[in-house]
């Protein structure tokens, strides 16, 4: 009955190596995120997509590409990952966009802790 | 741009105190406040907003959290702390620069220790 999930909940991989991140919520939300959490818990917005659309895009290394083939996953591929890609990463999702009455309350995955040696 | 601030870093509190963690905020428009809760090794958990309305808005676990427009503040607090409370927690505004687009900004967060 988990409202957002992530796979894996772990990731441990070499540098240069490429890695997906999957997302998957069951709440019937339009609008899904990606937002990255650093080693002194600083949590910051990546990527957002509504109804499969991207929305958001912050400053991210374009190795970093979000895939939402419905709009119930948000995926996320790294490309030639770096040792500061370490961090744990968490999905989220919300019903609408403010010009359609939403009131932004998000709702996290349990996070998948990418480690890159 | 949007910002909030939590001034500190660790609060810690004995159980069955008032507990309180500081939250102010710099918005231009009107202010979406939100704090969410993170328990170790998981995910962030809504507690509760303020969009309009009473100041003082009532979220889960009895937390509540008061809205002060002349000190830009939006405190969060419990009149008895639980060793259960003990959490990492985040205050967060809407960002209004683009507003066809859902964007919250989070504060640094500020570890909550609740002593037996």
């Known amino acids: 009955d988990t409202a957002v999930s992530q796979t894996p909940k772990y990731l441990v991989t070499q540098m240069g190596n490429d890695k997906s991140i999957k997302c998957e919520q069951n709440l019937g939300h339009d609008t899904m995120y990606w937002y990255k959490q650093d080693s002194k818990k600083f949590l910051k917005i990546m990527f957002s997509?509504?109804?499969?659309?991207?929305?958001i895009n912050e400053t991210v290394p374009n190795r970093f590409s979000p895939k939402s083939p419905d709009k119930a996953h948000l995926n996320l591929h790294i490309n030639s990952l770096e040792l500061g890609d370490s961090a744990v990463y968490f999905c989220a999702s919300s019903q609408g966009l403010l010009a359609g009455g939403s009131t932004d309350t998000q709702y996290f995955g349990p996070g998948t802790r990418l480690t890159v040696l | 741009a949007q910002s909030v601030a939590q001034p500190e870093d660790q609060v810690n509190v004995a159980e069955g105190n008032p507990l309180t963690v500081k939250c102010t905020y710099s918005v231009s428009g009107n202010p979406y406040l939100f704090w969410y809760v993170q328990y170790p090794n998981r995910g962030l958990q809504f507690l509760l907003k303020y969009i309009t309305g009473d100041n003082l808005v009532k979220g889960s676990y009895g937390f509540e959290a008061e809205f002060n427009k002349s000190q830009t503040s939006f405190h969060l607090k419990k009149p008895s702390a639980l060793v259960s409370d003990s959490a990492l927690y985040f205050c967060a505004v809407r960002d209004w620069g683009d507003s066809s687009a859902s964007k919250i900004i989070f504060g640094s967060g500020t570890r909550l220790s609740i002593r037996p």
């Open positions: 997509y509504n109804n499969k659309e991207l929305i």
